[in-house]
């Protein structure tokens, strides 16, 4: 009798089961070629024959579960991966938010976007609340006023022609 692991599966079963999960571009999500590489078929043996004895082991009920198993273990990677990467972009755009330079307005609303119910109640809390979109009438109104300045225009003018 052959030896089983603790999840019930044979040597050949368990490398089935991670061919088919974690493997290579000719292994992963393919059984016939998960297959082939744990049983080590031979290339002259029957195609028939392989998908038969492939069919037969995939539907194993115990191959089934440890196949699910690993897939949730690899889910669970690439969660946490990406959980990791968007921590590392947020602090990021902090550190930029945080600068006194032109790219920091621009940070703060990439964090904005980022963060679920940041603009929640269309209101952010500060020192004193400030409504969003009472703010934006405002600054549209300002950027009227100070587009009829003739000094505000000049340096419009100026930096387009520098351009």
Not at 5 to 13: A, D, R
Not at 28 to 44: E, L, M
Not at 88 to 116: C, F, M
């Amino acid at each position: 009798m052959r030896s089983k692991n603790k999840f019930g599966l044979t040597p050949q079963e368990e490398s089935l089961c991670n061919y088919f999960v974690y493997g290579d571009e000719q292994t992963s999500g393919i059984q016939i070629a998960s297959y082939r590489k744990a049983y080590n078929i031979k290339p002259n043996t029957k195609p028939e024959s392989i998908h038969r004895q492939a069919t037969e082991v995939f539907n194993r009920p115990h191959v089934k579960l440890r196949i699910e198993d690993l897939q949730e273990q690899l889910n669970s990677i690439y969660k946490a991966d990406a959980e990791t990467q968007k921590k590392r972009v947020l602090n990021r755009l902090w550190e930029i938010a945080d600068q006194d330079n032109s790219q920091n307005v621009g940070a703060l609303r990439l964090i904005a976007q980022a963060t679920d119910g940041f603009f929640k109640d269309n209101t952010i809390k500060t020192e004193q609340n400030i409504n969003i979109k009472d703010s934006i009438q405002e600054l549209d109104l300002l950027i009227t006023e100070i587009s009829k300045d003739d000094n505000v225009i000049r340096l419009f003018n100026k930096d387009k022609d520098e351009q």
